[in-house]
């Protein structure tokens, strides 16, 4: 099952020509290739159509099919404008947050900070500590920016994408950033919907559409009560019902169902089995790569309650080209403009520790060895427990990393050395 949200609307204008054809591949479409049409920012925002085909020349004889007569799929691109997301609690709390790094007395001595992993966490990181005055040193194993939002180009100059990303009316931080580097106008706004594939009935869709007159939370109660393709009327008083606690329980509540998981949480709340096969296994594995009975209740309450209170909360936008460009290198720009540093190929071997266990220096394959004030590891936490020097795997606070694995969307972050205080 798959969460959609890039098709906007019915109706598919062919007069408009294609301005640039790329095609792309991800490891989960092995067998066979995507080709994504772009068109004309003018005329549309991100439109992706998929097309499952056998070779180029089928390919190319397939579009023109389409251009000239057509195509039985019906769809608008509508340059949507970006919603007012900046007078949310949430966003106000994250520029104020983030103004104070920019506002803070500059260090009498700036901190020379040494960041593993430029993905999204080190590049932000990175910002934040330059604009707080301090100097960082951003190293990056591989050769491309962006670790899970890296991008490649083809020897045609087409761009393959690790994969599609959402950035929600919900992200207050990363939404804040796209402000603060100039770049709002990158994120491609789509219509208030989130479309669903069905799994009982293949090929078909089906959709939470969020009206935009009304405030939240009735704009996602609407949407979940017009939806009659996926939920019976019985299966949504139901699944209503079993939202109850976490609306009125707030955050404690939220944090209280860590220990369960979604499919142990969907039965105690008396929702019905397809409700979760529906919808959870698809928010479950959109959110965090894995299906309801691993993933903790807490995860998608948090999605909720934010979609939940937020009007735009869960509006989603796309950027408007590859991330390392148009993303990655303004903050990459903004980094060096402060003074900061930022290294490809810079893969880091071993944590080397001083005489009292704290980080003497980090060395890299390369064999070069990098010594800051203070040291932080963005790095996914795998990644981190390989690196792990010897001395540290008997510290309690390290061995708290044992139970952890991996999954594309939450790492662990640590920052070694000294606290680092701004506000
Ligand atoms: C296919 C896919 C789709 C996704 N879709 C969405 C979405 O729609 N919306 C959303 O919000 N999130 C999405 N995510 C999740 C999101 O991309 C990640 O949560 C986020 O990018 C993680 O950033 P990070 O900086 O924490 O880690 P990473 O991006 O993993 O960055 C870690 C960096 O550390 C580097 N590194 C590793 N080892 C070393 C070493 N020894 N030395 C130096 N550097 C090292 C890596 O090369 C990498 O660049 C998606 C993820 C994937 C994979």
């Not at 040291?375 to 510290?395: C, F, H, M, T």
């Given at each position: 099952?798959?969460?959609?949200?890039?098709?906007?609307?019915?109706?598919?204008?062919?007069?408009i020509?294609?301005?640039?054809?790329?095609?792309?591949?991800?490891?989960?479409?092995?067998?066979?290739t995507?080709?994504?049409?772009?068109?004309?920012?003018?005329?549309?925002?991100?439109l992706?159509?998929r097309?499952?085909?056998?070779?180029?020349?089928?390919?190319?004889?397939?579009?023109?099919?389409?251009r000239?007569?057509?195509?039985?799929?019906?769809?608008?691109c509508i340059d949507?404008?970006?919603?007012?997301?900046?007078?949310?609690v949430?966003?106000?709390?994250?520029?104020?947050l983030?103004?104070?790094f920019?506002?803070s007395?500059?260090?009498?001595?700036p901190l020379?900070?040494?960041?593993?992993g430029?993905?999204?966490a080190?590049?932000?990181?990175?910002?934040?500590?330059?604009?707080?005055?301090?100097?960082?040193?951003?190293?990056?194993?591989?050769?491309?920016?962006?670790?899970?939002?890296?991008?490649?180009?083809?020897?045609?100059?087409?761009?393959?994408?690790?994969?599609?990303?959402?950035?929600?009316?919900?992200?207050?931080?990363?939404?804040n950033?796209?402000?603060?580097?100039?770049?709002?106008?990158?994120?491609?706004?789509?219509?208030?919907?989130m479309?669903?594939?069905?799994?009982?009935?293949?090929?078909?869709?089906?959709?939470?559409?969020?009206?935009?007159v009304l405030?939240?939370?009735?704009?996602?109660?609407?949407?979940?009560?017009?939806n009659?393709?996926?939920?019976?009327?019985?299966e949504?008083?139901?699944?209503?019902?079993?939202?109850?606690?976490?609306?009125?329980?707030?955050?404690a509540?939220?944090?209280?169902?860590?220990?369960v998981?979604?499919?142990?949480?969907?039965?105690?709340?008396?929702?019905?089995?397809?409700?979760?096969?529906?919808?959870?296994?698809?928010m479950?594995?959109a959110l965090?790569?894995?299906?309801?009975?691993?993933?903790?209740?807490?995860?998608?309450?948090?999605?909720?309650n934010?979609?939940?209170?937020?009007?735009?909360?869960?509006?989603?936008?796309?950027?408007d080209?590859?991330?390392?460009?148009?993303?990655?290198?303004?903050?990459?720009?903004?980094?060096?403009?402060?003074?900061?540093e930022?290294h490809?190929?810079?893969?880091?071997?071993?944590?080397?520790?001083?005489?009292?266990n704290?980080?003497k220096?980090?060395?890299?394959?390369?064999?070069?060895?990098?010594?800051?004030?203070?040291?932080?590891?963005?790095?996914?936490?795998?990644?981190?427990?390989?690196?792990?020097p010897e001395?540290w795997?008997?510290?309690?606070?390290?061995?708290?990393?044992?139970?952890?694995?991996?999954?594309?969307?939450?790492?662990?972050?640590?920052?070694?050395?000294i606290?680092?205080?701004f506000y």
């Amino acid at each position: 099952m798959a969460l959609y949200g890039s098709i906007s609307s019915p109706n598919l204008n062919w007069q408009i020509g294609p301005k640039t054809i790329s095609k792309s591949t991800s490891s989960s479409m092995n067998s066979y290739t995507t080709i994504s049409l772009s068109f004309s920012s003018s005329v549309s925002m991100g439109l992706n159509l998929r097309f499952n085909l056998a070779s180029p020349s089928t390919r190319a004889a397939k579009i023109n099919r389409l251009r000239n007569h057509g195509s039985p799929l019906k769809v608008v691109c509508i340059d949507y404008p970006r919603p007012e997301l900046d007078d949310t609690v949430n966003f106000i709390e994250a520029s104020y947050l983030s103004s104070t790094f920019r506002a803070s007395p500059r260090p009498t001595k700036p901190l020379k900070v040494v960041i593993a992993g430029a993905g999204l966490a080190g590049l932000s990181t990175a910002k934040y500590l330059a604009d707080a005055g301090h100097k960082p040193i951003l190293l990056e194993a591989r050769d491309v920016l962006g670790g899970k939002v890296a991008a490649w180009k083809d020897e045609d100059g087409d761009w393959y994408e690790t994969g599609l990303h959402i950035f929600f009316g919900a992200y207050p931080n990363v939404q804040n950033l796209f402000g603060e580097l100039g770049i709002n106008d990158r994120l491609q706004w789509k219509e208030h919907s989130m479309i669903f594939a069905m799994p009982s009935k293949p090929g078909e869709f089906s959709r939470f559409d969020f009206p935009e007159v009304l405030p939240s939370p009735l704009n996602g109660i609407w949407a979940i009560l017009r939806n009659n393709e996926m939920l019976t009327w019985p299966e949504k008083i139901k699944f209503a019902i079993g939202l109850l606690p976490a609306m009125l329980g707030g955050q404690a509540y939220v944090e209280a169902q860590d220990g369960v998981s979604v499919k142990e949480w969907m039965r105690k709340q008396g929702i019905p089995e397809r409700v979760t096969d529906e919808v959870f296994i698809a928010m479950s594995k959109a959110l965090n790569f894995i299906n309801p009975d691993e993933l903790s209740m807490q995860c998608i309450l948090i999605a909720l309650n934010r979609f939940l209170q937020e009007k735009h909360g869960s509006k989603m936008a796309f950027l408007d080209g590859n991330p390392p460009e148009r993303l990655c290198m303004p903050i990459v720009d903004h980094i060096q403009s402060l003074g900061g540093e930022v290294h490809l190929n810079s893969r880091i071997k071993n944590i080397e520790l001083n005489d009292d266990n704290t980080v003497k220096s980090f060395l890299l394959t390369n064999g070069k060895v990098i010594e800051g004030d203070a040291y932080v590891s963005a790095a996914p936490v795998d990644i981190l427990k390989l690196l792990l020097p010897e001395n540290w795997k008997g510290v309690p606070y390290f061995q708290r990393l044992d139970k952890l694995v991996g999954v594309p969307v939450i790492n662990v972050h640590i920052c070694c050395g000294i606290c680092l205080q701004f506000y």
